[in-house]
């Protein structure tokens, strides 16, 4: 199995200096030459992947970037060897919300060529629920740049690069029917998009489908490649494809980027060998945003300045964990950051993981690897886990690690299609979603939360929650987490795409935490997007009421209300 890892400028300066936070004099000169990448620091023979993927999107970007690209080709622009495989694309993403791609086949094989890649993708347009009305169309797009593309490479650049024939589909049929059409044109190295959002049920049967299709056809192609997805449960998976002896190839930046855009308290900032997460202790360079109106610079430069001097004499040995906790705690407060993160922060300090990691960026940072603060601890961070993970990735005896946890999230809540299991419960706490229908759409309108939403589902789970004397909360697209009495405002905001939750989710992890200690049982009644809202936070507690569609949701509801109350709730 090959990792390619994508590159986004991922440059850290390998002379900053983490005791007064200064930059190097060469990195203040020329950041581009003079900054780090990853297999600089690991060193070429160690670096944690098999290959990078570069987009022409992300290398077109910056003007006098490009040319210097163009005059010294890409392996010397990032300090590689000739011979170290570089894959390019477009950058799909980049393109998403066009209609047509704006790129030509003819034009992008050049650039693939002039550039010197080792690997060139054809142009494909991303499927997504976004853009379902043009699903058809992307496919058509998708394929017909593909036929194009093997048409023209096979003319003028087979000797230049390994062209790679991208496929897309929004159901397994459709990726499957284009994946033969392009094997029966005698195209034998691929790749499949759009996967980056598909639950993992969706994959692992698109892989289980493929197999049985090359098991049956015996038409075996050479190279598969899977765009965006690191997910261990799938490696079973790649591994049957390689013994049918394709050779299978994946990349994805997510471990390197959970080393900040992770949730703390999904507690993976930092991954250790053992598989274990930890969270990153945040001391910002600056005062944060939220608190400039209290807080001048100067009184809280001096604090962060105290809690990094003790942070290192910590990891010295100098300072107890105690001192540092209470230390941190008075921190937490100046900025207004959550006062739970203690309990975390705790962990990550109490396991010193960095000591014992043999990575170069351990062995020289030390404790500022596990440190929240600016691009060069937390990019350092991100390099490490990236290590890691290819560790697990190269030792197949270390997959079921990686799985278990993976098991331990989203997956793993106990999901119920009745609320039959409540009759007896008395310490429950109702979490259900704001709704589209209101009393009013725009700030003339104020009512407390549980008057405000009109929808169906929404006063049948309040008369639910009334009547069985539960508590219940509102996650609200635009409020965060809402109280049944909080008076709101009307609005029209919904919580639609991934982003739309993963902007109100800090706020709603805080809020909930906050409260939901006290409850035995804390049941879910809301659509997929919200209850994706609540990853991190899950628990055993948590029950999640599924059902197939929001329609059966509100009947399921309905049903559950007790007898007494029926009528009332009819009469609505
Ligand atoms: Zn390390």
Redesign the pocket.
């Known amino acids: 199995m090959r990792f390619f890892i994508p590159e986004w400028d991922d440059r850290v300066d390998p002379d900053f200096n983490f005791r007064t936070d200064a930059h190097s004099d060469a990195h203040n000169a020329n950041p581009v030459n003079n900054d780090a990448y990853m297999w600089d620091i690991f060193g070429i023979d160690q670096v944690p992947f098999d290959g990078v993927l570069v987009s022409i999107a992300t290398l077109q970007g910056t003007t006098t970037k490009y040319k210097q690209i163009q005059e010294e080709g890409i392996h010397r622009f990032l300090g590689l060897p000739p011979n170290f495989p570089l894959m390019a694309d477009c950058g799909a993403f980049s393109y998403i919300k066009e209609k047509i791609p704006p790129y030509k086949t003819a034009d992008v094989l050049k650039i693939y060529r002039d550039l010197g890649f080792n690997y060139g993708v054809s142009i494909d347009h991303l499927v997504v629920p976004a853009f379902q009305d043009q699903n058809q169309d992307r496919m058509r797009i998708t394929y017909e740049n593909g036929v194009e593309a093997y048409q023209i490479w096979k003319r003028k650049y087979r000797k230049d690069f390994q062209l790679i024939v991208a496929i897309q589909g929004a159901e397994i049929q459709d990726y499957l029917k284009m994946y033969n059409h392009f094997l029966l044109r005698g195209i034998r190295h691929l790749a499949f998009g759009s996967l980056v959002r598909a639950p993992t049920s969706f994959i692992a049967r698109l892989l289980d489908a493929l197999i049985e299709d090359i098991k049956t056809t015996k038409v075996i192609p050479e190279y598969l490649h899977f765009f965006g997805i690191a997910r261990c449960p799938l490696f079973p998976k790649f591994r049957a494809l390689e013994d049918l002896g394709i050779e299978v190839a994946f990349d994805s930046s997510s471990y390197l980027r959970k080393a900040w855009l992770g949730a703390p308290s999904s507690q993976n900032n930092y991954l250790a060998n053992d598989w274990s997460g930890y969270t990153a202790i945040r001391i910002p360079q600056d005062v944060p945003k939220k608190r400039r109106e209290f807080l001048d610079s100067q009184t809280y430069l001096q604090s962060a300045r105290v809690c990094m001097d003790t942070l290192h004499a910590y990891d010295e040995g100098t300072v107890t964990l105690d001192a540092t906790i209470e230390l941190l705690k008075t921190f937490n407060t100046l900025i207004g950051e959550r006062t739970d993160l203690i309990h975390y922060y705790k962990r990550t300090l109490e396991n010193k993981r960095?000591q014992s990691?043999d990575?170069p960026?351990?062995r020289k940072t030390g404790i500022d690897?596990a440190i929240f603060r600016g691009n060069n601890r937390n990019r350092r961070r991100g390099f490490?886990n990236v290590?890691v993970f290819y560790q697990m990735l190269k030792d197949p005896s270390r997959w079921e690690l990686c799985m278990k946890r993976e098991d331990d999230e989203l997956d793993a809540v106990q999901t119920e299609n009745s609320l039959d299991f409540l009759k007896n419960e008395r310490n429950v706490l109702i979490i259900t979603s704001c709704t589209k229908s209101k009393l009013g759409y725009d700030d003339s309108v104020s009512f407390p939360a549980e008057d405000m939403y009109q929808g169906d589902l929404f006063r049948k789970v309040r008369n639910y929650a009334e009547a069985m004397h539960f508590d219940y909360v509102i996650i609200s697209a635009k409020y965060g987490v809402l109280h049944p009495l909080d008076t709101i405002n009307g609005y029209e905001m919904q919580l639609k795409t991934r982003l739309d939750g993963e902007n109100i989710r800090p706020d709603v992890e805080r809020k909930l935490q906050a409260m939901i200690s006290p409850y035995d049982k804390i049941v879910v009644i809301a659509g997929e997007s919200y209850r994706r809202v609540l990853k991190n936070i899950l628990d055993k507690r948590f029950v999640f009421i599924k059902t197939r569609g929001i329609g059966d949701l509100v009947s399921v509801v309905g049903r559950a209300i007790p007898n007494k109350n029926k009528n009332l709730t009819e009469f609505y």
Request: charge should be positive; aromatic fraction near 12%.
């Open positions: 960095w990691c990575c960026i351990c690897v490490h290590r």
